[in-house]
């Protein structure tokens, strides 16, 4: 470390680039500071914070030369709120950030400065995307609180709009918030373990409107439940699910182990392309279904199907990904370790009247085993991973099995950037990399990459 930066230092320094979670980077004798807020090409004034022997943090004071860039974020509580770093960096800009972010991780880790990293493909309009939203409650000082956490704590930053929600979750979060103690309902308190409402999540399908509502509680039954329903069915009409979770366990994790219908269905529907898909209040769906249409798309095209092939689906999950590629395949067989997942799959694979998916739970590592000794072979893999990358196991099954063309859908660039390097090292090429916006006014950036098998292999 040089001892030239030290605690509350006031420094004037020039920003290089952007961390992985959008902080800005400045070095100071070769001694890198993560600066919240400022942006590549910047002069700003730091307070420097906290010093470790290889990095240190600094607060933003004042920018003396700005990026053309930067603009002004619309967000209200956007230098508080945990939820968008990047809202400060124009969207043709974070786009920009973003292929950097992927070209610099697979250069660096993945050592293939050969591979293209493609132009990230971005949306038309960036705004009002989610169509789900997890919003914890809390009191605080006497009154209820909903928003979302200050970034790395749990304290709650109080609002009644999120940009990039839809406007149904504002509306129930504010009213809620408004009336739970005129009904007598406590919000949770996590010191304490005490209160009642712990989160709302709003769910909703893009192509059909439905909206399911989860309302995550400490206890099962609570007498004012009635009230709360005709609150939530009055300010959206449109609703046609509302569940109840129950979790009463005094931790971080949002959702307990029983959940049951209070109104209505137990999931809503929606789809990508052609194909619907059944969303119960614990599936895994893709938050953003406009670019989950392009990520899919890609990963499809990748796959370069003519109807012949037969395709596994590593980490299928409710089978999203299975049953668009089953559209062009001869088969596809999904694998996934958790059974309500494939439970999901099949009722989808039925939903849609497709007959040439298959789906089974369990490790990945060890299914795709079993259905070779079965006699299957296969064209293509599909995986789609985890924030944690592939597993050992399932990078080893891949290289002993060797289908001759991998499609690898990532959602962070640093495991996709190891695991590319493992796969290389067994006789695989990465072809190209296409980055997608999945998240945008994050630092997240999703890629799907193309493996294909060396023929002396």
């Known amino acids: 470390m040089s001892f030239?930066?030290?605690?509350?230092?006031?420094?004037?320094?020039?920003?290089?680039?952007?961390?992985?979670?959008?902080?800005?980077?400045?070095?100071?004798?070769?001694?890198?500071?993560?600066?919240?807020?400022?942006?590549?090409?910047?002069?700003?004034?730091?307070?420097?914070?906290?010093?470790?022997?290889?990095?240190?943090?600094?607060?933003?004071?004042?920018?003396?030369?700005?990026?053309?860039?930067?603009?002004?974020?619309?967000?209200?509580?956007?230098?508080?709120?945990?939820?968008?770093?990047?809202?400060?960096?124009?969207?043709?800009?974070?786009?920009?950030?973003?292929?950097?972010?992927?070209?610099?991780?697979?250069?660096?880790?993945g050592k293939l400065p050969h591979v293209p990293v493609h132009p990230v493909k971005g949306m038309k309009d960036p705004w009002r995307y989610r169509n789900k939203s997890q919003i914890p409650f809390a009191e605080q000082d006497g009154k209820v609180v909903s928003g979302f956490y200050r970034t790395r704590t749990h304290h709650i930053v109080d609002t009644d709009i999120c940009l990039i929600q839809s406007n149904e979750a504002d509306e129930l979060m504010t009213a809620l918030k408004m009336e739970l103690h005129n009904m007598g309902v406590d919000a949770y308190d996590e010191r304490t373990n005490l209160g009642m409402l712990r989160h709302l999540i709003v769910r909703k399908g893009r192509t059909t409107g439905e909206i399911m509502v989860i309302l995550v509680t400490r206890k099962k039954k609570f007498t004012q439940q009635d009230a709360v329903i005709e609150l939530i069915k009055r300010v959206v009409p449109e609703v046609t699910s509302i569940m109840q979770n129950v979790n009463s366990e005094k931790t971080n994790v949002i959702f307990g182990d029983y959940t049951v219908p209070l109104y209505g269905k137990s999931f809503i529907v929606d789809s990508i392309g052609d194909i619907d898909f059944e969303i119960s209040a614990r599936s895994f769906y893709q938050i953003n279904p406009e670019q989950t249409e392009v990520l899919y798309g890609q990963a499809l095209e990748y796959a370069q199907l003519t109807g012949n092939e037969s395709v596994i689906d590593a980490y299928c999950g409710i089978g999203t990904i299975s049953l668009f590629l089953a559209q062009k395949a001869k088969e596809v067989y999904g694998v996934e370790i958790v059974p309500e997942a494939i439970a999901d799959a099949k009722r989808n694979a039925q939903l849609n009247e497709i007959d040439n998916a298959f789906f089974e739970a369990g490790p990945?590592?060890?299914?795709?085993?079993?259905?070779?000794?079965?006699?299957?072979?296969?064209?293509?893999?599909?995986?789609?991973?985890?924030?944690?990358?592939?597993?050992?196991?399932?990078?080893?099954?891949?290289?002993?099995?060797?289908?001759?063309?991998?499609?690898?859908?990532?959602?962070?660039?640093?495991?996709l950037a190891r695991d590319l390097r493992i796969l290389e090292d067994g006789g695989y090429r990465t072809q190209e990399i296409q980055p997608v916006d999945m998240f945008p006014h994050s630092s997240h950036v999703e890629c799907v990459a193309l493996l294909e098998r060396e023929m002396s292999n």
């Open 4 to 109: 030239s930066v030290k605690r509350n230092d006031r420094l004037n320094v020039f920003v290089e680039d952007l961390t992985h979670d959008g902080s800005g980077v400045a070095k100071v004798d070769g001694y890198p500071l993560f600066i919240p807020g400022a942006l590549p090409g910047e002069e700003v004034d730091i307070l420097v914070g906290k010093t470790l022997k290889k990095y240190g943090f600094a607060r933003l004071l004042n920018v003396t030369k700005e990026s053309p860039d930067r603009v002004e974020p619309p967000c209200h509580v956007f230098s508080e709120c945990g939820g968008c770093q990047m809202q400060h960096l124009s969207y043709e800009g974070q786009l920009v950030q973003k292929r950097k972010t992927v070209r610099d991780v697979i250069d660096r880790v």
């Open 364 to 415: 990945a590592e060890v299914v795709i085993p079993k259905w070779y000794a079965e006699g299957k072979r296969f064209d293509v893999l599909v995986v789609d991973p985890p924030r944690k990358g592939c597993d050992e196991e399932l990078l080893n099954t891949i290289l002993e099995y060797k289908p001759k063309r991998v499609v690898y859908v990532s959602c962070n660039p640093g495991t």
